[in-house]
C-alpha cells in the first residue's frame, strides 16, 4: 500500500454531508481527503436540527460516539420521536396525535434534536483540520484527461486537482449548479422563524413542555424543545403563496435578522402556553424554505463527479430528515469508494472503479431521496392549497390525526439498501 499513489478525494462543503463523507474514508491510508469551504471560518449557521434512527445510526457506525452523549443530544424521555411527538392543538394544547417508532430503536438512537454549532463540533473533533481548506469557493472542474485527473477551480483563481470530487456544498449547491444550471431550488412560501437560545428565558413558564411538542393550528404550526447544554429552540412558521409577486417574505435571506415582535402578533390568539413562550423570545432568524426537483443522475464529470446532501436532494425542510439524509449520503459515498479500493488493494482504482463506484452510490441513495423530494413537493403544494381557506377546528384535528406516515424516512435502513445496491449491479454485470 505505501508504494500504491493514492486515491485524491476532494470534498467541496465543510457541513454534515462533507464532514461525515470525510470521516468514513479517513481510515484509509490510500485515500487522501481534501475538504474546500467558502466560508472563512468554520462557524456553523442555523439553529436546531434533527436526526432521527437512521441518521443516529450513521453517527454511531462512524464512530462519532461524541455526537450520541445526552449533553449534546436532546431525546424525549418517552422515547416518542420528536418530530410529530405530540401534535398539540394551538388552543387548547391538547394531545390530537402521536407518532412511534416502528422498529426495535436502542436508547442511542433514538430521534435526537442539536444545536446545530454542537453537531458540527462535534464532527470535527475527528477531522484533521489541516485537510480543511477555508475561503474556497467552486467555481469549476474539467477532467484533464491527458493527466487522468479533475482540475477544480475556485473562485478565487487558485486551483486544486483531485481523482474524485463529491459536491457537499448545501442546498445552492455551486457543484450542482454547474452540472445542471436550471437545478437552482426555489422559494415554497414557507417561512420558518427560528430560535435558539439559553433556556433560562424560558424556565418561569410553569407548565412548559419536557419534551418537543409541536403545536398546530389552521393557518401555521410552532415547534419548541429542548437542546443540549442548556439551550431551548423555537421555530415559527407563516406561509404564503410564492407565485403572487407581493408575498410576504418573497425574497428574504437565509438566516437573516427577524422581529420577535411579528412573532408575538402570529400567535397572539393562540393557548397562553404557546403566548408565553413566544413572549420569552428574545430574538429570531428568518429561513425561507426552498425546494428543487432531483437531478436526473448523481454521476457527473464522466463519471469523476457526485453530489451528497441538500446538494444532492434541495429539499430545504422534509420532516426535519436533512441531517439524517445527509449522513446516510456519506456513509453510502465513503462505502462505494471502499468496495472499489478496499484498505488491502494492492492497485489505485481506475477510472472504470470510480464510475462503478459512483453508480452504486446512486443506487443506494437516489430513489430514496426522490421520494423524499416527491413527498416533499406533495406537501408544499397542499399547504398553499389551503392559504386564504378558512379551516374548520374539525378539519384541523382530522388533519393532525391523518398526517404523513415518515417512518419510512427516519428510520430507514441504508445499510440494507446498500447491500441490495451492490448484489443488483452485480447481477446486472454478470447478465
Not at 485524491?8 to 454531508?17: D, N, P, S, W
Not at 408575538?264 to 432568524?285: F, G, M, Q
Request: net charge negative; hydrophobic share 40%.
Amino acid at each position: 500500500m505505501a508504494d500504491t499513489p493514492k486515491l485524491r478525494v476532494a470534498i467541496i462543503g465543510a457541513g454534515i454531508a462533507g464532514l461525515a463523507a470525510a470521516i468514513a474514508l479517513k481510515h484509509h491510508e490510500g485515500i487522501d481527503v481534501q475538504i474546500y469551504e467558502r466560508a472563512t471560518a468554520l462557524a456553523e449557521i442555523g439553529a436546531s436540527i434533527a436526526l432521527g434512527p437512521n441518521g443516529m445510526r450513521t453517527l454511531d457506525r462512524l464512530g462519532v460516539y461524541n455526537a450520541l452523549d445526552d449533553s449534546v443530544a436532546f431525546r424525549n424521555i418517552s422515547r416518542h420521536p420528536m418530530i410529530y411527538r405530540q401534535v398539540m392543538h394551538y388552543k387548547t394544547n391538547e394531545v390530537v396525535s402521536t407518532d412511534s417508532h416502528q422498529g426495535d430503536v436502542e436508547y442511542r438512537h433514538l430521534t435526537a434534536r442539536f444545536y446545530r454549532a454542537h453537531l458540527q463540533e462535534a464532527l470535527l473533533e475527528h477531522i484533521d483540520s489541516s485537510t480543511i481548506r477555508l475561503s474556497k469557493t467552486f467555481d469549476s472542474v474539467v477532467l484533464d484527461e491527458e493527466k487522468d485527473e479533475l482540475r477544480i477551480k475556485f473562485a478565487d483563481g487558485t486551483t486544486a486537482t483531485a481523482d474524485l470530487l463529491l459536491g457537499a456544498d448545501g442546498i445552492n449547491s455551486a457543484v450542482r449548479r454547474f452540472f445542471a444550471p436550471t437545478s437552482a431550488p426555489t422559494w415554497t412560501g414557507w417561512v420558518a422563524f427560528r430560535s435558539v437560545f439559553p433556556i433560562s428565558h424560558v424556565e418561569h413558564i410553569s407548565d412548559l413542555p419536557d419534551e418537543a411538542c409541536h403545536f398546530w393550528g389552521p393557518d401555521r404550526t410552532l415547534f419548541v424543545s429542548k437542546l443540549g447544554k442548556g439551550l431551548f429552540t423555537v421555530v415559527a412558521s407563516h406561509n404564503s403563496n410564492p407565485d403572487l409577486p407581493d408575498a410576504e417574505y418573497k425574497g428574504a435571506e437565509w438566516d437573516s435578522p427577524g422581529d420577535v415582535s411579528v412573532l408575538r402578533d402570529y400567535y397572539r390568539d393562540w393557548s397562553p402556553l404557546v403566548r408565553s413562550i413566544v413572549d420569552a423570545i428574545p430574538h429570531t432568524n428568518v429561513y425561507p424554505n426552498r425546494a428543487g426537483h432531483g437531478l436526473d443522475s448523481w454521476v457527473l464529470g464522466g463519471g469523476r463527479v457526485t453530489v451528497a446532501g441538500d446538494a444532492a436532494h434541495a429539499h430545504g425542510g422534509a420532516f426535519a430528515a436533512g441531517g439524517s439524509l445527509a449522513l446516510d449520503d456519506a456513509w453510502a459515498f465513503a462505502q462505494s469508494i471502499l468496495t472499489v479500493f478496499p484498505p488491502d488493494s494492492s492497485r489505485k482504482p481506475s477510472a472504470a472503479d470510480l464510475q462503478k463506484a459512483l453508480r452504486l452510490y446512486e443506487k443506494t441513495r437516489k430513489s430514496h431521496t426522490d421520494r423524499v423530494l416527491e413527498t416533499v413537493h406533495k406537501g408544499n403544494r397542499k399547504r398553499t392549497e389551503r392559504i386564504g381557506r378558512r379551516e374548520t377546528d374539525e378539519e384541523l384535528r382530522a388533519r393532525m390525526k391523518n398526517r404523513e406516515d415518515v417512518a419510512w424516512i427516519h428510520e430507514h435502513d441504508v445499510q440494507f439498501t446498500f447491500k441490495n445496491a451492490l448484489s443488483s449491479l452485480f447481477d446486472e454485470r454478470r447478465s
